[in-house]
């Protein structure tokens, strides 16, 4: 096959219509082609005077020797990526067990599974089904369920989101992971869009699929079983507790960032961790409309979908930074312990509702904690929680204000031209009163820095939602090259264990322990 780039296209096309249209930028008969696929698409919008598709696109067809400025591409790198030739070496009695249902234990199970291996999948939250109702309920009515929230259960913190598949590691798995999540229902788009998402509607029926396939292929699923323990013998994992004794020798800790009190149960243990630094602030919310206006201009014709923006402030003494963007989506909220406020970022695939959100974040490090103890970043977390909760009226609502009150360091009187999103529901308050000082002075520094990149990102009835504590983990569980913890059979994975950050390279980081798991 031959790989054809840099097709400019100016207008909403068909795919075919991008066929005909590349094959005569590059002089090919299209009825030469024999096979043909998309393998790149994104926007370019760096001049708004011309705003346009970037395609490139993977051609079979005949005379391909004649073609000028075509790339040859291997077929391997064309193909689907598959976790193929890998000696499976493990002759255990003993199946595997993966605690947490998130991307990393479920892409884990997956290549288990695929490769003969049958694991156990210990989730303390519901299926994602009945995990959804527990979201509505704590949204609409404010009834928390701490073991199936929107950070706990089936699909991970991702589910409740945007879905979004970038990410800034380089690993030729990302592919696999893409073709698994296309494999299961998510949109053909996802294998070649720049930007890719699948959206928390998508994502709950393609999670589904995921345990559905997994279960047929004898894994194990145990939904509402929260480990309470591990054995140990001669420095070896030997059994995990739940509300029952499971004999085993490997256990895949893929527990997310928010399991706080498995951190604690592993610190206990002898577990080696460290804190690490992570970063905190508030969510953000501007008029769709003005972010698209501000990143597309008003000239261009094509049917773009809803902008996204992706900015940095470098202050003099801290960093400050947009995180999870949700183009036409709602803030939500994410606790999952009770008396406290976690706010994050949800969209659906079409990203199609009246507001933008970002979280605005301010890195945090262990000189900023408390104490040396490797949780201390855990209990600066909770604290900020804490406080938020008692500013929004303790009773989960969530405390907001106006950007131009924050600037002002006043609280906020009333509600202007943009609408808060949270549910169940926002009381106006003074957010500088629970910030760190250095949060809160980076905050405005950057909200200031970004008005100059995006007009209008600084307007003074912008709305500022706290808190977000929960970008990524506060903990760091140590491994070695065989991706093993100093407990034998102890594989820390994912977010959570602090050695990936989004949906994508944490299904990545599954996959390469079962990998590990398959071979020892």
Not at 277 to 293: A, D, L, P, T
Not at 456 to 468: H, Q, R, S
Request: hydrophobic share 35%; glycine share 8%.
């Amino acid at each position: 096959m031959i790989r054809l780039k840099d097709i400019k296209i100016r207008e909403d096309l068909q795919e075919e219509e991008i066929l005909i249209y590349a094959c005569k930028k590059y002089k090919i008969n299209v009825k030469d082609v024999e096979n043909w696929h998309i393998y790149k698409k994104s926007i370019d919008a760096r001049k708004k005077e011309d705003i346009h598709y970037n395609y490139t696109i993977d051609i079979q067809c005949k005379n391909e020797k004649n073609i000028k400025n075509a790339q040859y591409v291997e077929n391997e790198e064309i193909e689907n990526i598959e976790v193929k030739n890998i000696e499976i070496k493990r002759q255990s009695k003993f199946r595997p067990v993966i605690i947490g249902a998130g991307p990393a234990g479920l892409f884990a199970a997956l290549t288990l599974v695929q490769n003969g291996i049958k694991p156990i999948i210990i989730e303390q939250g519901k299926n994602v089904e009945e995990r959804k109702q527990d979201v509505d309920n704590f949204r609409i009515y404010g009834k928390l369920n701490t073991l199936s929230n929107v950070q706990f259960g089936e699909g991970g913190a991702g589910t409740f989101s945007d879905g979004k598949l970038t990410t800034g590691i380089n690993n030729l798995l990302c592919k696999k992971v893409l073709q698994e999540f296309y494999n299961f229902g998510a949109p053909k788009e996802i294998l070649y869009i720049n930007k890719a998402h699948i959206g928390t509607d998508n994502l709950i029926n393609i999670i589904k699929n995921m345990r559905q396939e997994i279960i047929k292929l004898g894994g194990e699923y145990l939904f509402n079983e929260k480990v309470t323990d591990f054995e140990i013998q001669n420095n070896q994992i030997t059994a995990v507790i739940c509300s029952k004794k499971i004999e085993t020798d490997t256990v895949i800790l893929a527990i997310g960032h928010s399991a706080r009190d498995t951190f604690e149960k592993l610190y206990e243990k002898g577990i080696k961790m460290e804190p690490k630094n992570f970063s905190v602030g508030v969510r953000i919310e501007h008029k769709q409309e003005m972010i698209n206006k501000s990143q597309y201009s008003e000239n261009t014709k094509l049917k773009l979908p809803p902008a996204e923006y992706k900015l940095a402030y470098h202050g003099k003494e801290r960093s400050c930074y947009t995180f999870c963007m949700c183009p036409g989506g709602v803030v939500i909220a994410s606790s999952s312990e009770e008396n406290t406020i976690v706010t994050n970022g949800m969209s659906t695939f079409l990203r199609n509702g009246e507001n933008a959100n970002s979280a605005i974040l301010v890195n945090v490090t262990p000189n900023d904690f408390k104490s040396n103890s490797p949780l201390a970043g855990i209990y600066f977390q909770k604290e900020l929680e804490q406080k938020a909760f008692v500013l929004g009226g303790k009773n989960y609502y969530a405390p907001v204000q106006r950007v131009e009150d924050f600037l002002e360091n006043r609280k906020s009187q009333y509600i202007g031209e943009i609408k808060p999103t949270y549910l169940p529901g926002v009381k106006l308050s003074n957010l500088n009163e629970i910030l760190p000082s250095f949060v809160s002075q980076t905050l405005k520094e950057g909200i200031l820095y970004f008005d100059k990149k995006i007009k209008g990102f600084a307007n003074k009835d912008a709305i500022l939602t706290g808190v977000e504590t929960r970008s990524s983990s506060p903990v760091k569980i140590l491994r070695d090259e065989n991706l093993t913890s100093n407990i034998k059979g102890l594989y820390p994975c994912g977010e959570g264990a602090g050695y990936a950050g989004g949906i994508m390279s944490a299904a990545v980081d599954g996959i390469k322990c079962a990998i590990k798991i398959l071979k020892n």
